[in-house]
């Protein structure tokens, strides 16, 4: 128990430190031997951060990326999914094992080619090149929803069959609201991927004015060098929301991560 | 549509017999459940050819080019490889980043277990307060995370120097020290295991009380039950973190981006740390395909680096042939 605390304060203590630094000035954070509290405390670091990184603009960026990759996503998804798990054709189990093949593919054996596609499409500095793919589905979660799906009593669905049901009707009302806290982890966990997306926005937004925050709070550290208060402020802001989200829905991370692991 | 039947056993399961396997012709419901199947699978379909297939085949062929984006791809055939074996860059990051593979993947793998262990203890209380520590690290962006730890790692006022001090080490240059630079990503992965520790939990709850019922009556202690319970029976658990850890490993780039972003860029604005100790397999791609436009050369790197990512996969699948216990197999 006392090895488990003090890994604990261990892992805390770079947090901690964090937000100590995000609420002093650039004096008192050069003082040695550091300081935890700060006194007195200052908000000036973080004010400075919202405004010189254009901290709204960011922010609206980041959900024009995240929101529509969650929707765009949790949909193609649990159409594939239901296509693997719940129709029955010839061929479907090969043609899983291709969706499953495609996770070892790096990203960036694709990614010149896309480049070189989105270029002549004239996508580049457009949401597009990171949108579009995310409603053509993703093999992890496609995986994921399918060993869900497939564990689903079937008489619900045979029964909604004799009455007529098409089975597109028998996703939308029968297994996509049984399937509920998959989407919601399959949405989650998309969420916090694209929210952290550097890569991406990195090669196909170059514009400032579209970059989202995990694009936005890189150059702002450029430009501010050492300035350790300001730097630590941005990073409170870029990470908070995330932070926010994860203390309300940690139950969901926790399982969707358990998930990760099973396919082992 | 034929060619799409396939011999049984590859069918859905519970649908082929012996009398399907020289049908080709499918009957109306067949056909139906095809069209259907493949309609909803179309979104992957579409995914698959347009984002995967063609354009990894692409890369294949600019692999073969000189490929400078703006002009149409040269075909100079095996140059690419020629010139990427002559490069010390390529082979600098390719032992950076074999560096951070083969002695950062082990030891976040170790440390994740062994607080894993410490949690799956009886009795211990507020294991969700514990969980949520070890897992917060990954839930931050990686830019703000590298940010923070160019901090704390920052040689004279750095937190963790400063420590160090107090103690009486001096401690090193972190990322602006060449030898050390990537023992501090390695730090910070470590850090950032903590879905390595959920995953190890998951498996850990798995483990019947029943052996180590049986362990102790014959007698073993705490270090016997670790060596001779535990670990076999979560080394699938171990395997699958080996094999993600290292595949991510191969394709670390934001880390290294954004420290040496901050640290010090090369004149010609290119990245990797200093004396490119941070040149990573991932960042020699990224400079050669977007900052020096060498598109066909960028190709031939992602070519490499796919087959480096399944020869380390086979080997670590090979390797743990007899040593993982799979418990449906038994």
């Known amino acids: 128990m006392v090895a488990l605390i003090v890994l604990a304060v261990v892992y805390l203590t770079p947090f901690v430190w964090m937000i100590s630094t995000s609420l002093k000035t650039l ?39 995240a929101v529509p990759a969650v929707i765009g996503t949790v949909v193609s998804c649990s159409l594939v999914a239901y296509g693997f798990a719940l129709v029955r054709w010839r061929g479907r189990n090969t043609m899983f094992l291709i969706v499953l093949a495609t996770m070892m593919l790096p990203s960036q054996v694709t990614l010149i080619p896309l480049y070189v596609i989105y270029a002549k499409l004239g996508w580049i500095n457009t949401y597009l090149p990171l949108l579009v793919p995310t409603f053509l589905g993703s093999p992890f979660f496609i995986f994921l929803l399918r060993q869900f799906f497939m564990g689903m009593p079937k008489e619900l669905m045979d029964a909604a069959r004799l009455d007529g049901a098409s089975e597109l009707r028998i996703l939308a009302t029968i297994v996509a609201p ?21 890569y991406g926005p990195l090669i196909y937004l170059q514009k400032p004015e579209l970059q989202p925050l995990s694009l936005a709070v890189q150059v702002f550290q450029t430009q501010h060098g050492t300035d350790w208060p300001l730097l630590m402020a941005a990073s409170v802001l870029v990470a908070a929301p995330l932070v926010v989200l994860y203390f309300f829905a940690q139950r969901k991370f926790i399982e969707g991560i358990t998930l990760t692991g099973l396919k082992g | 549509m034929t060619a799409l039947a ?44 347009a984002f995967n297939l063609y354009p990894a085949l692409a890369s294949l062929y600019y692999s073969f080019t000189n490929f400078k984006i703006l002009q149409e791809p040269r075909w100079t055939g095996l140059d690419n490889y020629a010139k990427l074996i002559n490069d010390p860059i390529f082979w ?29 203890r009886k009795g211990i209380r507020g294991i969700g307060i514990f969980r949520t520590i070890f897992y917060l690290p990954v839930v931050i962006p990686g830019v703000a995370a590298a940010i923070l730890w160019i901090f704390l790692l920052s040689p004279v006022n750095g937190l963790v120097n400063q420590s160090l001090r107090v103690v009486g080490i001096a401690g090193p240059g972190w990322f602006y020290d060449p030898a050390w630079a990537k023992n501090g990503i390695i730090l910070m992965t470590i850090w950032a295991a903590g879905d390595v520790v959920i995953i190890y939990l998951g498996a850990l709850q798995g483990v019947s009380r029943a052996l180590y019922e049986a362990a102790e009556v014959d007698g073993a202690g705490a270090w016997v039950k670790l060596r001779h319970v535990t670990i076999p029976m979560i080394s699938p658990a171990i395997l699958f973190n080996l094999i993600t850890g290292a595949i991510a490993a191969f394709q670390s780039f934001t880390q290294a981006f954004v420290i040496s972003a901050g640290v010090g860029r090369g004149n010609d604005g290119s990245i990797g740390g200093v004396q490119n100790s941070l040149l990573f397999y991932g960042l020699n791609l990224y400079n050669n395909g977007f900052r020096y436009f060498q598109m066909g050369y960028a190709s031939a790197l992602a070519w490499i680096l796919l087959i480096m990512i399944l020869v380390a996969t086979l080997v670590l699948l090979r390797a743990s042939r007899n040593r993982v216990y799979y418990e449906s197999a038994q």
């Open chain 2, 6 to 49: 396939k011999p049984p056993g590859t069918g859905a399961p519970g649908t082929a017999g012996p009398s399907r396997f020289a049908r080709l012709k499918l009957t109306r419901a067949e056909r139906r459940g095809l069209r259907t199947g493949l309609l909803f699978i179309s979104p992957w379909l579409v995914g698959f050819l």
């Open chain 2, 92 to 120: 600098k990051s390719l032992t950076n980043t074999l560096y951070l593979t083969v002695v950062g993947v082990p030891l976040a793998v170790v440390v994740a277990l062994g607080i894993a262990l410490l949690l799956n």
């Open chain 1, 178 to 198: 049984l399937s509920a806290p998959a989407l919601i982890t399959v949405g989650i966990l998309t969420f916090i991927d694209k929210w952290n997306d550097f």
């Open chain 1, 27 to 65: 004096q008192q954070s050069l003082v040695s031997p550091p300081v935890l509290v700060p006194n007195p405390i200052v908000f000036k670091a973080f004010t400075d951060a919202l405004t010189k990184m254009n901290y709204p603009l960011a922010f609206r960026n980041t959900l024009i990326y």
